[in-house]
C-alpha cells in the first residue's frame, strides 16, 4: 500500500534551518511527484512547492524563493524539504504529499517549532 | 494567483442533514479543483478530484459538481464522523492554492 512517511518533530532557534524527508513506499517513486504543503497551528493549508521525482524539476510558491529548496534521493525513494533563515512564522506542521494535481496520499506530518 | 474563497467558513449541522459547501476560484480554472476532508490531529484527505471525479474508498455521500468558477462539495446524510474541516484546492495554475477552509461541526 501507498505510504509516504516523514520524519519526526524538530525544534529550531530562528535563523536556523530544517530538512525534512518523507520516504515513499508502496509505489514507483518517479511517476508521481511530491509536493510540500505546511499548516501553522490553527490555520488553513499553505502550498510550497512541488518536485518532479523523474527529472528533479521544481516549482515553489514565490513566498518561498530563496529559503526552500526540495530535493530527492531516488535510490532511497525518499524527498526532501529544507527550509532555511527560519521564523517564529515558520512553526507549522509542514506535510509531504503525492501527486501535484489531487493530492491523494499524504504524509503524517512533522511539527517543525521555531523558539529561541 | 488565484484566489479559492469558500462559504460558509463554519456550519453546524444535524446528523443526516445535507450539507453543500462551495468554492469560488477568482479566475476560471476549469475542472483543476479537489477537495479534501481534515479532522483533528490528522493529515489531510483526498475526498474529490477534478471537481467531480470519485476517490475510492470515499464514502458515497461525498460528491463533488461545477466547474470554470463555481464549485460544490455536497455531503448527503451527514454522519456524525464527518465532523472535520474541509478544504477546496485548485492545480490549474501555479502557485497552488487552498481554499481558508470550512469548518463542519456535528450538532
Known amino acids: 500500500q501507498v505510504q509516504l512517511v516523514q520524519s519526526g518533530a524538530e525544534v529550531k532557534k530562528p535563523g536556523a534551518s530544517v530538512k525534512v524527508s518523507c520516504k515513499a513506499s508502496g509505489y514507483t517513486f518517479t511517476s508521481y511527484g511530491i509536493s510540500w504543503v505546511r499548516q501553522a497551528p490553527g490555520q488553513g493549508l499553505e502550498w510550497m512547492g512541488w518536485?518532479?521525482?523523474?527529472?528533479?524539476?521544481?516549482d515553489y510558491a514565490q513566498k518561498f524563493q530563496g529559503r526552500v529548496t526540495m530535493t530527492t534521493d531516488t535510490s532511497m525513494t525518499t524527498a526532501y524539504m529544507e527550509l532555511r533563515s527560519l521564523r517564529s512564522d515558520d512553526t507549522a506542521v509542514y506535510y509531504c504529499?503525492?501527486?501535484?494535481?489531487?493530492?491523494?496520499?499524504w504524509g503524517q506530518g512533522a511539527l517543525v517549532t521555531v523558539s529561541s | 494567483e488565484i484566489v479559492l474563497t469558500q462559504s460558509p467558513d463554519f456550519q453546524s449541522v444535524t446528523p443526516k442533514e445535507k450539507v453543500t459547501i462551495t468554492c469560488r476560484a477568482s479566475q476560471s480554472i476549469g475542472s483543476s479543483l479537489h477537495w479534501y476532508q481534515q479532522k483533528p490531529d490528522q493529515s489531510p484527505k483526498l475526498l474529490i478530484k477534478y471537481a467531480s471525479q470519485s476517490i475510492s474508498g470515499v464514502p458515497s455521500r461525498f460528491s463533488g459538481s461545477g466547474s470554470g468558477t463555481d464549485f460544490t462539495l455536497t455531503i448527503n446524510s451527514l454522519e456524525a464522523e464527518d465532523a472535520a474541516a474541509y478544504y477546496c484546492?485548485?492545480?490549474?495554475?501555479?502557485?497552488?492554492?487552498f481554499g481558508q477552509g470550512t469548518r463542519l461541526e456535528i450538532k
Open positions: 518536485i518532479n521525482t523523474y527529472n528533479g524539476n521544481t
Open positions: 504529499a503525492r501527486g501535484g494535481d489531487g493530492l491523494d496520499f
Open positions: 484546492h485548485q492545480s490549474s495554475s501555479l502557485p497552488i492554492t
